[in-house]
């Protein structure tokens, strides 16, 4: 699998634009790709999203950073190295309907077939098996990533959302509720809670 999230200017996906991807093979979790790039012309922005990411306007119009086209292709490069390329995230049809989107307008050849790993189902079936409350608002699923966090005992994110360590937590997580054991180093001190220990 190939646990991959990315940040953007908002929710639409007409108007707003993928800024950074951020992912972790996790066959190979030593792999891992991450870049951000500037905003394209007539891109939209939304505030709120902005303080999501942590970006600032200023960063996202910084001639440095490479366009969207160069590092989606990069990240699609990328990718061949992974020997499963099966895609996998929280909430993941949002990552990829960015991502098949922005294929589409660069002509990029889309090679991750229309099966995905949703961390969120695969949380949710978690709790359940654990006889922990489903997570419910207004009649729909309210379990969030931090929450899925929590669930496999690690400490939630503070502050703006990061591409890449999303993509790390989310793979953490998959790890944790899929083998019940730890996959990176920099989440080890943190201890598997007992309720995930199936017979």
């Known amino acids: 699998m190939i646990v991959v999230d990315v940040e953007t200017t908002g929710l639409e996906l007409e108007k707003h634009q993928i800024i950074s991807i951020g992912a972790v093979d996790f066959a190979n979790p030593r792999e891992t790709y991450y870049k ?35 590092i989606l292709r990069e990240f699609l490069r990328w990718t061949t190295t992974c ?40 949380s949710y079936a978690a709790r359940l098996r654990a006889r922990k409350r489903a997570m419910v608002a207004d009649g729909v699923s309210s379990l969030s990533l931090d929450e899925t966090l929590r669930f496999v005992g690690l400490k939630p ?40 220990r199936y017979p």
Request: glycine letters at 6%.
């Open 36 to 70: 951000e790039c500037r905003l394209s012309r007539g891109a939209k922005v939304s505030k709120k999203a902005l303080i999501i990411a942590g970006f600032t306007l200023a960063q996202l119009k910084d001639k440095r950073k490479p366009l969207l086209k160069e």
């Open 83 to 122: 020997k499963e390329r099966t895609l996998a995230g929280e909430n993941i049809w949002f990552d990829v309907r960015f991502l098949q989107h922005a294929s589409r307008k660069y002509g990029l050849t889309w090679p991750f077939g229309h099966r995905y790993v949703d961390l969120h189902s695969v």
């Open 157 to 196: 994110r503070k502050g703006p959302h990061h591409a890449l360590n999303d993509a790390k937590l989310e793979a953490e997580a998959l790890s944790r509720l899929m083998y019940e054991k730890a996959l990176l180093k920099e989440f080890s001190e943190y201890r598997l809670p007992s309720y995930l």
